[in-house]
């Protein structure tokens, strides 16, 4: 049984910084394109940043580029997201997601259906 739980959430001013944390289990972070999500309220969930399984390549969302860093420790069989000069906006649950399948391909994407498993989500929040 796949479970992610997410981990790091919390509250933080304009310009300050946050390490979210997705711990897996049932799956090997390695194996599997993985990525972090973002839900505002009233609105779809959008995608933050995506890695893959293999080569470690990323892709991020424009709102983010530049600020937000997506990476995984294999040894902890766990997924992160840096998020650095945080800006109000950025105030959203946080997901973290795993493709359905293990992979070697380099593919990356941003689109939710293209993942099955889904953690519980954590709360952030950015005051200015």
């Known amino acids: 049984q796949v479970q992610l739980v997410e981990s790091g959430g919390g509250s933080v001013q304009t310009g300050g910084s946050l390490r979210l944390s997705c711990a897996a289990s049932?799956?090997?972070?390695?194996?599997?394109?993985m990525a972090w999500f973002r839900q505002f309220p009233g609105k779809e969930r959008e995608g933050v940043a995506s890695?893959?399984?293999?080569?470690?390549?990323?892709t991020y969302a424009d709102s983010v580029k530049g600020r937000f860093t997506i990476s995984r420790d294999n040894a902890k069989n766990t997924l992160y997201l840096q998020m650095n000069n945080m800006k109000p906006e950025d105030t959203a649950m946080y997901y973290c997601?795993?493709?359905?399948?293990?992979?070697?391909?380099?593919?990356?994407?941003?689109?939710?259906?293209?993942?099955?498993?889904w953690g519980q989500g954590t709360q952030v929040t950015v005051s200015s």
């Open positions: 997601a795993a493709a359905s399948s293990q992979s070697w391909s380099s593919w990356v994407t941003l689109a939710s259906s293209e993942y099955s498993y």
């Open positions: 049932g799956l090997t972070v390695s194996r599997y394109r």
């Open positions: 890695i893959s399984p293999s080569g470690g390549r990323t």
